[in-house]
């Protein structure tokens, strides 16, 4: 077979990719342009689809059409609206932001895979059922097309131009654009566009599925694999700048053509496994690329401006005094309890990284683990001799030498983050994590032949232990500087109204890189510190997911307490140490989707508790007027039930 | 149309202070304000755009408070804003057809060999004439008009006027709010003056001209 | 010391347009804001007044034309290395930072002067901490917001935040002040406030430029007015005279 025969054969192998890439685009397109929200959560509604009709046919042996219909027309759709009913639309209505929406999608993600993990385990299955058998439908000069590839190709060709033609020609088109156009006008106009967002959430989450169901007997079924590739697949959504259908479907099928073309390309020496690398993960590549090119896509939003914020107040000593007899618990501990308290310090590390950048700065980091997995990284290499011209260093100078080089790689979300907001940042910051978790973590070039210990410091649990504490106090005292005096003034403001902070004469940029390059730094150390913890490099524990989690987390304590982020880390720890793994993940996903009736999270909740209590009763009306319409609600029921 | 109260925030700023007005059906009223002084407010506070943080709006007698601004419009209310009033990506005829398909106005026949234009390539004066349209194809029983005038030629706006009397007298309630009284509103029944969100003066055209005098 | 008028030693506009997608919002605005002198900048909705603002503050950039500060060439300066130099501006939607109390927000303003980012993460106090301190007291005190400095700002009403907002560029010492609309939202008594204030600035020494609609008030404050109308100067010249001009009359479609 020549050449140009080869090339036929991968870029029709390409298509089957492609082809779900181009749907997933499409459901993210449709679901945003009918309600305005970028479905951060679809690949974990993916990932459930697929989980769900795997059940209903090999477990439960029901007929593969039946059980399709059931998960792609009956459970996704309803999924959807459900997800509309309960998160989004009271967000909405509440007039919420972009960035409270988008940790609310956060959070039905890392709910969702604390779900799946809960009810299937992590143990990856390999027998999910393909939806149209993989026979050779034609083979046209030798070259096999397979009949799922092109059922595949099918279904995306009909369901965009579908799409395009409903929308078009039919007056429920007609509404849907009238409502893309301009909300408040069409429903001025008598629209409902609640039902249209209702819609719109109904048939993204139907691709979703689809997507799922496709992609799943190509690959291990498992609750983090899926929903990140089909993240992955947001390139294609964020290529067609949120807008244009066939730019989805086009980039969709030509990175899936691309990727299959590449496998051919077989440099030579050093350069081949960063080759392959780029090859097996282009679709990280094109996410980095779409998100990195100048896009006016959420450039308008008002920064991460989540409500609640307050500096000090009453309830913050009582939970630094809980803070400190938390982490000061462990130095009594078992061993073997010990053994996983060492987690503690060096996780509060990476959330406090979440605090800074998000918290105090009001900048979204989606990526945060992976400057956390940079720091580990650095640390191992250091420690293992692996630079060139360095000796193999002990544990605490390779520890912060990591540190010291992570902390100018911030620039790799800061610098972007002067000219980005919201959306535009996230997704930028997300394609970053996502592209040094695949691209660098996940490599043997950079991770074989690594050796970790804790050389040349305490190397018992109780030492090491002690250490960690005293850079948890050194990180802690850095966070206190940067929420102090003129400097903690300057990021609040910059926080709260970015162009009155700037009018009033604060260098903006420069805070936003100072904010960046602080988080990867202590992120670093808090990363350096869990490989030391556990002796050994592991990739997994930096994955992107394990950023979205962290974030959420960081979110739902009240990203602006750092003794919120120090009490998450040991809540965290403790979680998945005492209960079945998915319980962590259940719980900071479910308070993440109600993070719009609870704002400022969990600490702004005790901040007003502490309020609450801490104000001195007056009498007469004045304490009348001070009641919750719960508890006048509660006082006349009271009054009826008096004699 | 009755307002008792009002009072309306938009987020740190408050816009009206607690606005008591009334509006009656089947007439003409016009709210006279500089930029800013709440009037677009009032607007908008009636059709279910902004929520009102104090305070009642009554249409019909009934209270509306909870009410969708899409179900306003669809027992009867159309409001034309000043800004942005039609679909720029829709065509006319989409435009139009959103509220009664199929039929235009015969009041702006200017619009008639326009139908197929996207609605966002026309100029302002024939956007505001497809918003205009559109609000009097709901036959709504109460129209507010934010500054219809603008961007229309003085004849267009006369004939607008006319319109809205007409429109008025067939038992509707019509609401414009404008920066200065033109003559050919003088015939209105109520006048009410907004400044810095509170009502400054509320009376017959006559009475304020004897004011300014 | 520059007498008072001096043209050229406040800020001055030299044809200044900012295009947005072909339409030319400002469109070649020539513009002088003396020190010691207030003046007025009115016009309808969409003249470009916020747009122009905008230009002269640093928050856009001009498409031709220069910005002068003081003789100086301030065209290319980001925003706050403006504000830096003494070019303060307010905002016509309020800009108050809600998690800093009252008189923490003056003082965002008070010391942005003096770089000192790297001694404020080591926890050492930034250089001209005492002057910054002086200079938020005097604010605080000047617009009547001693009895409120340790409100949080969103607590504060309208009014308030519009003084707080002026008592922030206050405490820069401003050479020149931009004034989106001070005083909307305003009681009689505030507004009077902000009157007398503004009059003893420009005693001072500070030029000042003020977008405003409140006619009655440009009447009674503005030394010098300029009328905007898509985007062009229409009028220009000494209060009384342009706002006896019938043209402008026109364009401001007053009653």
């Given at each position: 077979m020549g050449a140009a025969g080869l090339t036929l054969d991968l870029a029709l192998a390409g298509l089957a990719v492609g082809s779900a890439a181009a749907l997933s685009g499409v459901g993210l397109v449709v679901t945003y342009r009918a309600t305005g929200v970028l479905n951060l959560a679809q690949g974990a509604q993916a990932m459930a689809t697929a989980y769900l009709l795997r059940e209903l046919v090999v477990v439960h042996h029901w007929p593969l059409a039946l059980a399709a219909v059931c998960c792609l027309l009956v459970a996704a759709p309803a999924l959807g609206v459900l997800l509309d009913l309960a998160v989004f639309r009271p967000l909405q209505r509440r007039g919420a932001g972009p960035a409270e929406t988008m940790v609310a999608g956060i959070g039905v993600f890392v709910l969702l895979i604390g779900a799946a993990v809960l009810i299937w385990g992590t143990a990856p299955y390999?027998?999910?059922?393909?939806?149209?058998?993989?026979?050779?439908?034609?083979?046209?000069?030798?070259h096999v097309l397979r009949l799922d590839t092109a059922v595949q190709l099918a279904t995306v060709l009909v369901l965009a131009t579908t799409v395009g033609l409903v929308s078009r020609y039919t007056r429920f088109g007609v509404r849907l654009r009238a409502v893309v156009d301009n909300r408040a006008l069409a429903q001025l106009a008598g629209v409902d566009a609640d039902r249209i967002s209702s819609a719109g959430w109904a048939f993204g989450s139907f691709t979703a599925g689809l997507v799922g169901v496709l992609l799943a007997p190509f690959l291990l079924l498992d609750p983090y694999g899926l929903p990140l590739l089909v993240m992955e697949t947001m390139a294609v959504a964020v290529a067609a700048r949120l807008r244009s259908l066939p730019v989805a479907v086009v980039t969709g099928l030509a990175l899936g053509v691309a990727q299959s073309e590449l496998t051919r390309l077989r440099p030579a020496g050093q350069l081949l496994p960063l080759a392959q690398a780029v090859q097996t993960n282009l679709f990280v590549v094109a996410l980095l690329v779409a998100a990195l090119l100048p896009w006016s896509g959420g450039s308008d939003d008002t920064g991460l401006a989540l409500p609640g914020g307050g500096r000090g107040g009453r309830g913050a000593t009582a939970a630094r005094t809980a803070c400190t007899v938390l982490v000061l618990l462990p130095l009594g501990f078992h061993a073997d309890d010990l053994r996983h308290a060492l987690l503690v310090p060096a996780l509060a590390l990476v959330l406090l990284s979440v605090v800074v950048v998000t918290g105090y700065g009001g900048q979204v980091s989606l990526g945060q683990a992976g400057y956390a997995g940079l720091g580990a990284l650095g640390t191992a290499l250091l420690m293992s001799g692996k630079v060139p011209g360095l000796p193999a260093l002990p544990a605490v100078p390779a520890l912060l030498l990591a540190v010291a080089v992570t902390v100018p790689l911030g620039l790799l979300t800061g610098w972007p983050a002067i000219r980005r907001r919201g959306l535009a940042l996230a997704l930028v910051t997300f394609a970053v994590g996502t592209a040094l978790s695949r691209l660098v973590f996940d490599q043997p070039y950079a991770t074989t032949g690594l050796t970790v210990s804790r050389d040349g410091m305490p190397t018992g649990d109780r030492g090491f232990y002690t250490v960690e504490l005293v850079l948890l106090g050194v990180g802690l005292l850095v966070v206190r500087n940067l929420h102090r005096g003129r400097l903690g003034r300057a990021l609040t403001a910059m926080r709260d109204h970015q162009a009155g902070a700037s009018a009033a004469g604060v260098d903006v940029p420069r805070l936003k890189l100072l904010v960046f390059m602080a988080g990867a730094g202590l992120a670093a150390l808090g990363g350096g510190l869990m490989a030391l913890g556990g002796q050994a490099f592991d990739p997994t524990a930096f994955d992107p997911v394990q950023g979205l989690l962290w974030f959420a987390t960081v979110v739902v304590a009240g990203a602006d307490s750092a003794a919120g982020a120090v009490l998450a880390a040991a809540l965290l720890v403790g979680l998945d140490a005492g209960t079945a793994a998915g319980v962590s993940a259940v719980v900071v996903g479910a308070l993440a989707t109600v993070l719009g009736r609870m704002p400022g999270g969990l600490a702004g909740l005790a901040r007003r508790a502490a309020d609450r209590a801490t104000v001195p009763a007056r009498p007469g009306p004045g304490q009348e007027a001070a009641l919750t319409p719960l508890g006048r609600r509660l006082r006349e029921r009271i009054a009826e039930r008096a004699p | 149309m009755e307002l008792r109260g009002v009072r309306v925030r938009y987020g740190l700023l408050e816009a009206l202070h607690g606005v008591d007005l009334a509006c009656p059906a089947g007439r003409v009223t016009v709210l006279l304000g500089r930029n800013g002084s709440g009037r677009t407010t009032v607007l908008r506070t009636v059709a279910g755009v902004v929520r009102p943080s104090a305070g009642q709006v009554l249409w019909q007698g009934r209270e509306t408070a909870g009410l969708d601004a899409y179900r306003r419009a669809r027992a009867g209310l159309a409001l034309v804003p000043a800004e942005r009033g039609v679909f720029g990506s829709l065509t006319v005829a989409e435009n139009l057809g959103l509220s009664e398909p199929g039929t235009v106005e015969p009041s702006f026949p200017e619009l008639l060999p326009l139908l197929t234009r996207r609605a966002g390539t026309l100029s302002g004066g024939q956007q505001q004439m497809v918003a205009l349209a559109r609000a009097l194809l709901a036959r709504p029983r109460l129209l507010l008009l934010d500054e219809p005038g603008r961007g229309l030629a003085p004849a267009v706006v006369a004939r607008l006027h006319e319109l809205l009397f007409r429109v008025a007298a067939e038992g509707r309630t019509v609401v414009l709010a404008e920066q200065g009284l033109p003559p050919t509103l003088e015939a209105a029944a109520v006048v009410h003056v907004l400044r810095r969100g509170r009502i400054a003066f509320s009376g017959e055209p006559s009475e304020l001209r004897g004011l300014v005098r | 010391m520059t007498a008072a008028g001096t043209p050229g030693a406040g800020l001055v506009a030299r044809g200044v347009v900012r295009r947005f997608g072909g339409i030319a919002a400002v469109d070649g605005v020539d513009l002088d804001a003396p020190i010691g002198r207030i003046t007025a900048l009115i016009g309808p909705n969409g003249a470009g007044k916020s747009t122009l603002f905008d230009c002269l503050a640093g928050a856009a950039r001009p498409d031709a034309g220069q910005v002068l500060l003081a003789g100086r060439d301030i065209t290319r300066l980001p925003d706050h290395a403006r504000a830096r130099l003494g070019l303060l501006r307010t905002f016509q939607q309020i800009a108050a930072f809600q998690g800093l109390t009252v008189a923490e927000n003056v003082r965002v303003g008070a010391e942005q002067v003096h770089r000192g980012t790297g001694r404020g993460l080591l926890g050492l106090p930034p250089p001209g901490r005492d002057t910054a301190r002086a200079a938020t007291e005097r604010a605080l005190r000047l617009l009547d917001l001693d009895a409120v400095?340790?409100?949080?700002?969103?607590?504060?009403?309208t009014g308030a935040l519009r003084l707080l907002e002026l008592a922030r560029a206050l405490a820069a010492t401003p050479r020149v002040l931009l004034l989106d609309e001070p005083a909307a939202g305003l009681d009689q008594a505030q507004t009077a406030r902000l009157g007398t204030v503004l009059r003893a600035l420009a005693a001072e020494g500070t030029a000042l430029l003020l977008v405003e609609h409140d006619v009655e008030l440009v009447a009674r404050l503005a030394d010098a007015v300029y009328v905007m109308a898509a985007g062009r100067v229409i009028a220009r010249g000494p209060t009384a005279s342009v706002l006896a001009d019938p043209r402008v009359a026109a364009a401001w479609g007053a009653t």
């Amino acid at each position: 077979m020549g050449a140009a025969g080869l090339t036929l054969d991968l870029a029709l192998a390409g298509l089957a990719v492609g082809s779900a890439a181009a749907l997933s685009g499409v459901g993210l397109v449709v679901t945003y342009r009918a309600t305005g929200v970028l479905n951060l959560a679809q690949g974990a509604q993916a990932m459930a689809t697929a989980y769900l009709l795997r059940e209903l046919v090999v477990v439960h042996h029901w007929p593969l059409a039946l059980a399709a219909v059931c998960c792609l027309l009956v459970a996704a759709p309803a999924l959807g609206v459900l997800l509309d009913l309960a998160v989004f639309r009271p967000l909405q209505r509440r007039g919420a932001g972009p960035a409270e929406t988008m940790v609310a999608g956060i959070g039905v993600f890392v709910l969702l895979i604390g779900a799946a993990v809960l009810i299937w385990g992590t143990a990856p299955y390999g027998d999910a059922p393909p939806l149209v058998e993989g026979t050779a439908l034609a083979q046209p000069g030798g070259h096999v097309l397979r009949l799922d590839t092109a059922v595949q190709l099918a279904t995306v060709l009909v369901l965009a131009t579908t799409v395009g033609l409903v929308s078009r020609y039919t007056r429920f088109g007609v509404r849907l654009r009238a409502v893309v156009d301009n909300r408040a006008l069409a429903q001025l106009a008598g629209v409902d566009a609640d039902r249209i967002s209702s819609a719109g959430w109904a048939f993204g989450s139907f691709t979703a599925g689809l997507v799922g169901v496709l992609l799943a007997p190509f690959l291990l079924l498992d609750p983090y694999g899926l929903p990140l590739l089909v993240m992955e697949t947001m390139a294609v959504a964020v290529a067609a700048r949120l807008r244009s259908l066939p730019v989805a479907v086009v980039t969709g099928l030509a990175l899936g053509v691309a990727q299959s073309e590449l496998t051919r390309l077989r440099p030579a020496g050093q350069l081949l496994p960063l080759a392959q690398a780029v090859q097996t993960n282009l679709f990280v590549v094109a996410l980095l690329v779409a998100a990195l090119l100048p896009w006016s896509g959420g450039s308008d939003d008002t920064g991460l401006a989540l409500p609640g914020g307050g500096r000090g107040g009453r309830g913050a000593t009582a939970a630094r005094t809980a803070c400190t007899v938390l982490v000061l618990l462990p130095l009594g501990f078992h061993a073997d309890d010990l053994r996983h308290a060492l987690l503690v310090p060096a996780l509060a590390l990476v959330l406090l990284s979440v605090v800074v950048v998000t918290g105090y700065g009001g900048q979204v980091s989606l990526g945060q683990a992976g400057y956390a997995g940079l720091g580990a990284l650095g640390t191992a290499l250091l420690m293992s001799g692996k630079v060139p011209g360095l000796p193999a260093l002990p544990a605490v100078p390779a520890l912060l030498l990591a540190v010291a080089v992570t902390v100018p790689l911030g620039l790799l979300t800061g610098w972007p983050a002067i000219r980005r907001r919201g959306l535009a940042l996230a997704l930028v910051t997300f394609a970053v994590g996502t592209a040094l978790s695949r691209l660098v973590f996940d490599q043997p070039y950079a991770t074989t032949g690594l050796t970790v210990s804790r050389d040349g410091m305490p190397t018992g649990d109780r030492g090491f232990y002690t250490v960690e504490l005293v850079l948890l106090g050194v990180g802690l005292l850095v966070v206190r500087n940067l929420h102090r005096g003129r400097l903690g003034r300057a990021l609040t403001a910059m926080r709260d109204h970015q162009a009155g902070a700037s009018a009033a004469g604060v260098d903006v940029p420069r805070l936003k890189l100072l904010v960046f390059m602080a988080g990867a730094g202590l992120a670093a150390l808090g990363g350096g510190l869990m490989a030391l913890g556990g002796q050994a490099f592991d990739p997994t524990a930096f994955d992107p997911v394990q950023g979205l989690l962290w974030f959420a987390t960081v979110v739902v304590a009240g990203a602006d307490s750092a003794a919120g982020a120090v009490l998450a880390a040991a809540l965290l720890v403790g979680l998945d140490a005492g209960t079945a793994a998915g319980v962590s993940a259940v719980v900071v996903g479910a308070l993440a989707t109600v993070l719009g009736r609870m704002p400022g999270g969990l600490a702004g909740l005790a901040r007003r508790a502490a309020d609450r209590a801490t104000v001195p009763a007056r009498p007469g009306p004045g304490q009348e007027a001070a009641l919750t319409p719960l508890g006048r609600r509660l006082r006349e029921r009271i009054a009826e039930r008096a004699p | 149309m009755e307002l008792r109260g009002v009072r309306v925030r938009y987020g740190l700023l408050e816009a009206l202070h607690g606005v008591d007005l009334a509006c009656p059906a089947g007439r003409v009223t016009v709210l006279l304000g500089r930029n800013g002084s709440g009037r677009t407010t009032v607007l908008r506070t009636v059709a279910g755009v902004v929520r009102p943080s104090a305070g009642q709006v009554l249409w019909q007698g009934r209270e509306t408070a909870g009410l969708d601004a899409y179900r306003r419009a669809r027992a009867g209310l159309a409001l034309v804003p000043a800004e942005r009033g039609v679909f720029g990506s829709l065509t006319v005829a989409e435009n139009l057809g959103l509220s009664e398909p199929g039929t235009v106005e015969p009041s702006f026949p200017e619009l008639l060999p326009l139908l197929t234009r996207r609605a966002g390539t026309l100029s302002g004066g024939q956007q505001q004439m497809v918003a205009l349209a559109r609000a009097l194809l709901a036959r709504p029983r109460l129209l507010l008009l934010d500054e219809p005038g603008r961007g229309l030629a003085p004849a267009v706006v006369a004939r607008l006027h006319e319109l809205l009397f007409r429109v008025a007298a067939e038992g509707r309630t019509v609401v414009l709010a404008e920066q200065g009284l033109p003559p050919t509103l003088e015939a209105a029944a109520v006048v009410h003056v907004l400044r810095r969100g509170r009502i400054a003066f509320s009376g017959e055209p006559s009475e304020l001209r004897g004011l300014v005098r | 010391m520059t007498a008072a008028g001096t043209p050229g030693a406040g800020l001055v506009a030299r044809g200044v347009v900012r295009r947005f997608g072909g339409i030319a919002a400002v469109d070649g605005v020539d513009l002088d804001a003396p020190i010691g002198r207030i003046t007025a900048l009115i016009g309808p909705n969409g003249a470009g007044k916020s747009t122009l603002f905008d230009c002269l503050a640093g928050a856009a950039r001009p498409d031709a034309g220069q910005v002068l500060l003081a003789g100086r060439d301030i065209t290319r300066l980001p925003d706050h290395a403006r504000a830096r130099l003494g070019l303060l501006r307010t905002f016509q939607q309020i800009a108050a930072f809600q998690g800093l109390t009252v008189a923490e927000n003056v003082r965002v303003g008070a010391e942005q002067v003096h770089r000192g980012t790297g001694r404020g993460l080591l926890g050492l106090p930034p250089p001209g901490r005492d002057t910054a301190r002086a200079a938020t007291e005097r604010a605080l005190r000047l617009l009547d917001l001693d009895a409120v400095r340790d409100w949080p700002a969103d607590r504060l009403p309208t009014g308030a935040l519009r003084l707080l907002e002026l008592a922030r560029a206050l405490a820069a010492t401003p050479r020149v002040l931009l004034l989106d609309e001070p005083a909307a939202g305003l009681d009689q008594a505030q507004t009077a406030r902000l009157g007398t204030v503004l009059r003893a600035l420009a005693a001072e020494g500070t030029a000042l430029l003020l977008v405003e609609h409140d006619v009655e008030l440009v009447a009674r404050l503005a030394d010098a007015v300029y009328v905007m109308a898509a985007g062009r100067v229409i009028a220009r010249g000494p209060t009384a005279s342009v706002l006896a001009d019938p043209r402008v009359a026109a364009a401001w479609g007053a009653t």
